[in-house]
C-alpha cells in the first residue's frame, strides 16, 4: 500500500508518542521479570520455557501453515482477504487485486519501485509471526493505528524501535550512506532498496531526522 506524506508523518507521530509509554510500562515488568529469573535460578520454570521455543523454532514448527488452496490457515481459520478490514479510504484508488492482495510480489508496485523483505515463510521460521497477526507487523500496525490494543504492542513497538527509530538499524544505514554520497536527505537514488525497506516499517526519512542522525556519521 502506498501513503501519502503527510499520513506518514502523523502515523510516525503516533508510533514515538506510544513508543515513550511503552518503555515506562516495559521498565516494570522488566523488574518483575528479573525477579522472578532470580526466584526460578538457573533451572527454572523460564529456562525451561526458553528451550522449548528454541526447540520449536529448530524443528521448523510454525502454528501458521498454507491449505491445498495456497490460502494462509492458522488453528483452521483462513485469512484469505483481510484486507477487507481496513478502511474504505485507505484503499480509495487502488487496484486491489494488483497492489493489494496479489499473491505474486510485484516490485512494480513499490513506492522506490524494488523488491525487497524476506517471504511470509522466512517471517514465520524465524519466529517473529504471532497467532493474532498472522501477516507479520504491518498487520499488527493498521490495527494498532484503528485503535486496538494488545499485550503484543509492547513487542512490535520494540521491534519498529530498532529499525526505524533514534538508534535504529536501518534509518542510520540510510544516513550513513546519504552522508558518504554527498547527495540530499531525499535523493531516491541512494539506497532505494534500504529506503523500500523502511516505508515497509511505516517511516519516511524526515529532514529533521536525517540532520540528528548525520552529526554521528564518520566520513570515509
Not at 488453528?75 to 479510504?89: A, F, R, S
Not at 480509495?92 to 510485484?106: C, F, M, N
Not at 504491518?138 to 533514534?166: I, L, N
Amino acid at each position: 500500500m502506498t501513503c501519502e506524506k503527510g499520513s506518514m508523518n502523523k502515523y510516525r507521530v503516533n508510533m514515538m508518542n506510544f513508543s515513550e509509554s511503552v518503555k515506562m510500562e516495559g521498565k516494570s515488568k522488566q523488574k518483575e521479570t528479573e525477579k522472578r529469573r532470580c526466584s526460578e535460578g538457573p533451572g527454572g520454570a523460564g529456562s525451561r520455557e526458553v528451550v522449548k521455543k528454541k526447540r520449536k523454532l529448530q524443528d521448523g514448527v510454525s502454528p501458521v501453515r498454507r491449505n491445498e488452496k495456497g490460502e494462509l490457515v492458522f488453528k483452521e481459520q483462513n485469512y484469505k482477504d483481510v484486507w477487507k478490514e481496513l478502511p474504505e479510504d485507505w484503499l480509495g484508488g487502488l487496484d486491489i487485486a494488483k497492489q493489494v492482495a496479489s499473491s505474486t510480489y510485484r516490485k512494480d508496485v513499490n513506492t522506490y519501485k524494488v523488491k525487497c523483505g524476506g517471504s511470509l515463510e522466512m517471517w514465520e521460521s524465524s519466529g517473529w509471526i504471532v497467532p493474532q497477526d498472522p501477516y507479520g507487523w504491518f498487520q499488527w500496525y493498521c490495527r494498532f493505528h484503528q485503535g486496538r490494543r494488545t499485550d503484543d504492542d509492547e513487542r512490535q513497538v520494540g521491534r519498529w524501535a530498532k529499525c526505524t527509530g533514534p538508534k535504529g538499524r536501518w534509518r542510520n544505514n540510510l544516513i550513513t550512506k546519504i552522508v558518504r554520497s554527498g547527495c540530499a536527505f531525499h535523493n531516491c537514488t541512494v539506497s532505494p532498496v534500504v529506503r523500500q525497506t523502511l516505508q515497509h516499517w511505516a517511516y519516511r526519512l524526515t529532514k529533521q531526522d536525517y540532520d540528528m542522525g548525520a552529526k554521528r556519521v564518520k566520513l570515509k
